[in-house]
């Protein structure tokens, strides 16, 4: 399995800030996701990141409010942008398994909008 | 529809009984299933994968997928206090090339 270090672990921003959360993995990976995970809520897909292209976004989500940054194949940024309270949740990163794409998780980022 | 629908529990278990967990899907053409254990404020762990119909066994989990029936489950066995955590249903649609999450059933072994 790939590790994946994902910072910050938590964070408390004042709102109408922007936060920047970073994933590094150990290995070279095609696809990295940027989910979202509200309290009590399963995962939501916010954007796929590709080395090369820009993110795909899923419906609701905007670059915008979300930019990703993907400059290499071990690493990339989601920018949490002019946050809000209602942005307050859980960040996580994964990427995909080397074989039978499994996907794997950073330790997420708990963010608090105040 | 979602693409992906558990029971969201809580499902209570006494200790050493066994626990089991659903999932239903509704794309034909997923290929790919994966169960994964959430600690309360820990991200995602894979514990689960399969591909294939049939059963698959590894130590107290065994996955189960019925492709005609676009049903996948999760046993586990000899159900511990340290197995208490939200169980999420996965399926990896390769057409659309990401991830689908259930909501997650929510496990309670008791001692």
């Known amino acids: 399995s790939a590790v994946i270090s994902q910072k910050p672990s938590r964070d408390i921003c004042q709102r109408g800030t922007s936060l920047t959360i970073q994933c590094q993995v150990d290995?070279?990976?095609?696809?990295m996701f940027w989910y979202r995970q509200q309290p009590g809520q399963s995962l939501t897909l916010i954007a796929t990141?590709?080395?090369?292209?820009?993110?795909?976004?899923e419906s609701g989500f905007v670059i915008d409010k979300f930019p990703i940054s993907r400059p290499n194949l071990t690493f990339s940024t989601l920018t949490v942008s002019n946050m809000s309270p209602e942005d307050s949740s859980i960040y996580l990163c994964?990427?995909?398994?080397?074989?039978?794409?499994?996907?794997?998780f950073g330790q997420g980022t708990r963010l608090t909008v105040v | 529809q979602k693409e992906v629908e558990q029971n969201s529990g809580p499902l209570s278990v006494p200790e050493g009984a066994i626990a089991s967990l659903n999932c239903t899907y509704s794309?034909?053409?997923?290929?790919?299933f994966f169960w994964y254990r959430q600690y309360s404020g820990k991200s995602p762990e894979l514990i689960m994968s399969?591909?294939?119909?049939g059963d698959k066994e590894d130590g107290r989990f065994t996955a189960q997928l019925n492709k005609a029936s676009q049903y996948v489950s999760l046993l586990i066995r000899d159900s511990q206090p340290s197995d208490s955590a939200t169980y999420l249903c996965?399926?990896?649609?390769?057409?659309?090339?990401?991830?689908?999450f259930g909501s997650g059933t929510k496990l309670n072994v008791k001692p």
């Open positions: 794309d034909r053409v997923s290929q790919s």
């Open positions: 990141a590709n080395q090369g292209s820009e993110a795909t976004y």
């Open positions: 996965a399926v990896f649609l390769y057409n659309f090339n990401k991830f689908y």
């Open positions: 399969i591909y294939s119909n």
């Open positions: 290995s070279q990976v095609t696809m």
């Open positions: 994964s990427v995909e398994g080397r074989t039978n794409t499994e996907a794997f």
